[in-house]
């Protein structure tokens, strides 16, 4: 099963170390501002992975919680976006974490 992912952030900042990522489970039309269903993501790296399904999200809407989590108010909570490859470092068991979150998800839908 291949994951899409639509944003992965780290946040490493003095006790911090934690990510958050947004994955897309469904694509129920190829229109980029079409609603589909996604996952979010987060917990300590290395922990069990909290999660929350949005149903029939927009694309804008999935940009705007990312938006929030690069941008927050209060700089040590800021995450930074990492790309697969990063991630991979940074994260070694985390594809393998979000494959089995997105089955989960899936089967909650």
Not at 4 to 14: A, D, E, P, Q, S
Not at 81 to 90: F, G, I, P
Request: net charge positive; with cysteine.
């Amino acid at each position: 099963m291949s994951v899409k992912y639509h944003f992965i952030g780290w946040c490493k900042k003095g006790g911090h170390d934690k990510v958050w990522g947004i994955i897309q489970l469904t694509e129920k039309n190829s229109s980029s501002w079409s609603a589909n269903d996604y996952v979010t993501v987060w917990g300590r790296r290395g922990k069990a992975l909290q999660t929350k399904i949005y149903k029939d999200a927009s694309v804008w809407e999935m940009n705007n919680l990312s938006h929030k989590k690069l941008f927050k108010s209060k700089p040590d909570e800021c995450y930074v976006e990492v790309d697969k490859t990063r991630l991979d470092e940074v994260y070694p068991e985390f594809e393998k974490d979000l494959k089995e979150t997105a089955f989960w998800s899936k089967l909650k839908l």
